[in-house]
């Protein structure tokens, strides 16, 4: 029904910036959330930033001042930027949906690999 792949990611340096992004396919609403979360080894996955339309955004309490995401309505896709990167900043970023109405239906990427190390 919903399709998001994202692209980038990769190996990068401590202190180095990288963009993830995501495209996403099948019925996509303005107000339905898309945004980040990212999951580390033995860790839970958890929120790294995500717009639920207009400027509504939400971050993880770790990302704030650190990430921006960005949300082109009419294409579809979500980008996010992530600056000063840390060696604990390693994990997989996974691309996320989930439709503001009913059924409230939630789609995920495959996710993409994220190293941060010297």
Request: proline share 4%.
């Amino acid at each position: 029904q919903v399709r998001l792949v994202e692209s980038g990611g990769g190996l990068v340096a401590p202190g180095e910036s990288l963009t993830l992004h995501c495209a996403a396919s099948g019925n996509i609403g303005g107000t339905d959330a898309l945004g980040w979360y990212r999951q580390a080894p033995g860790e839970q996955r958890e929120l790294v930033a995500e717009r639920h339309g207009g400027p509504i955004v939400y971050y993880g309490d770790f990302a704030k001042g650190r990430v921006t995401i960005s949300r082109d309505n009419a294409k579809n896709t979500v980008s996010l930027q992530m600056n000063n990167l840390r060696p604990e900043d390693t994990a997989v970023y996974y691309c996320h949906y989930k439709q503001r109405n009913w059924p409230m239906l939630e789609y995920w990427g495959q996710g993409i690999q994220v190293t941060v190390s010297s």
